[in-house]
């Protein structure tokens, strides 16, 4: 398979630990933000190699603001498991550099818009001439083809564009950003999972190929369940997908507690923990759309016997009967049992940020669970062993007999 070490390699980013299912792949990250590069650290977490190839800037998230001095947080936690080169592509020696590179990769991923990457002497076209077994993965922010295909495209751009803010929002008042770049993130796996595949396609037919993701293929992939239009249906049709009633956050006596209690089971349970048993036996609200049009009536009586406990109280009370949750902060995470119990967390070391921890991986393998992760790389970290390395192994591609 194409991307694994030779024999002799010894680098010093070789992955610690078990193989992961993508162990031997080889994955070239020319990517930045958020979606894209997260697409690498993910096929990263499965064992993959993982070169961050970035221009003499860096990438744009290593300078966002962040309450870390030396580093920027949101790069550290996107780019972990990744080793650092730099290269200015409009430098002949650089992209001849990158070239050499390509022959030996499994995987390239960008996010250029559509008509850079041809520019740059890296299309599609130019590089699967030179590597067929290579999966090119481009993630844009609106596709390949059509009016807006060259047009920069950001999560909370898309999210405006394509509803989601929309319904984020109360009826009447104004649209409402979801933070936390969830369409990024989407996009990611999705990116990661088309990867996989291409690469097991790739077994049977000994062919790489093309693989695109844009960001508003991924808004309106999270929004499958609505995107339905039947024949005859006006505009304006009712495309609310929330449950309504009594499902939402509430205040309690100390904090505030999400509750789920949407089948016969559990509101049966939610009205005997709370003390209103007759609200369970009253027909007035025996389903679910009942006690979403009875909902000022029921949020009001609920409200008014969360007072009698903190929201850490009831979650105890309800365990495993009624589905809920306190409103927690991220760093209680950090120490949170089953987090732990799923080894989600990981110590890391970084060069100039020094010990930390962070998320570990998104995928349980039972049998190839993967390699360690490591920190994310600084700038250009590993460019002169990169550069030294791949002078070498091009070669050895090239002429096996000499080695």
Not at 230 to 246: A, N
Not at 347 to 357: Q, T, W
Not at 395 to 403: C, K, L, Q, S
Request: charged content about 20%.
């Amino acid at each position: 398979m194409s991307g694994r070490q030779p024999e002799s390699a010894t680098l010093p980013w070789q992955r610690k630990g078990p193989e992961g299912p993508l162990s031997g792949i080889r994955v070239l990250d020319l990517s930045a933000y958020i979606a894209a590069p997260y697409a690498c650290t993910l096929l990263g977490d499965q064992g993959a190699e993982v070169i961050k190839i970035e221009p003499p800037k860096g990438d744009n998230l290593r300078h966002y603001p962040s309450t870390l001095e030396s580093e920027s947080r949101a790069f550290m936690g996107i780019n972990r498991s990744k080793v650092s080169i730099v290269l200015d592509l409009k430098q002949p020696a650089d992209l001849a550099t990158l070239l050499n590179i390509v022959r030996t990769a499994d995987v390239l991923v960008h996010n250029f818009r559509p008509s850079v990457a041809p520019r740059l002497g890296i299309g599609y076209d130019a590089l699967a001439e030179l590597n067929p077994r290579l999966i090119y993965c481009a993630i844009s922010g609106y596709g390949e083809q059509g009016p807006l295909a060259e047009k920069a495209g950001y999560d909370q751009v898309l999210q405006t564009m394509t509803g989601m803010c929309h319904f984020q929002g109360k009826s009447g008042e104004k649209p409402q950003i979801i933070y936390g770049s969830v369409v990024d993130y989407y996009a990611a796996a999705l990116l990661a999972g088309g990867v996989a595949s291409a690469l097991y396609e790739r077994e049977r037919s000994g062919r790489g190929q093309y693989v695109g993701v844009s960001l508003l293929r991924a808004a309106l992939t999270m929004q499958s369940a609505r995107m339905v239009w039947v024949d005859g249906e006006s505009r304006d049709v009712g495309r609310e997908m929330r449950s309504g009633g009594i499902t939402g956050i509430h205040p309690t006596g100390n904090g505030y507690l999400y509750i789920s209690a949407n089948t016969p089971h559990f509101w049966t349970s939610l009205c005997n923990k709370v003390g209103l048993p007759e609200l369970a036996e009253n027909e007035r609200y025996n389903t679910v759309r009942k006690r979403a049009s009875h909902e000022k009536e029921l949020v009001a009586l609920l409200r008014e016997a969360l007072k009698a406990r903190s929201a850490a109280e009831w979650e105890v009370l309800f365990g495993e009967e009624v589905p809920c949750s306190r409103a927690a902060t991220l760093e209680d995470m950090f120490d949170s049992p089953q987090v732990q119990a799923e080894n989600m967390i990981a110590d890391f070391e970084h060069s100039v940020a020094g010990r930390y921890r962070g998320f570990a991986r998104a995928i349980k393998f039972g049998r190839t669970p993967g390699p360690q992760p490591f920190s994310a790389p600084t700038l250009g970290e590993h460019s002169e062993t990169v550069r030294a390395n791949f002078t070498d192994e091009v070669a050895a591609v090239e002429h096996p007999g000499n080695t």
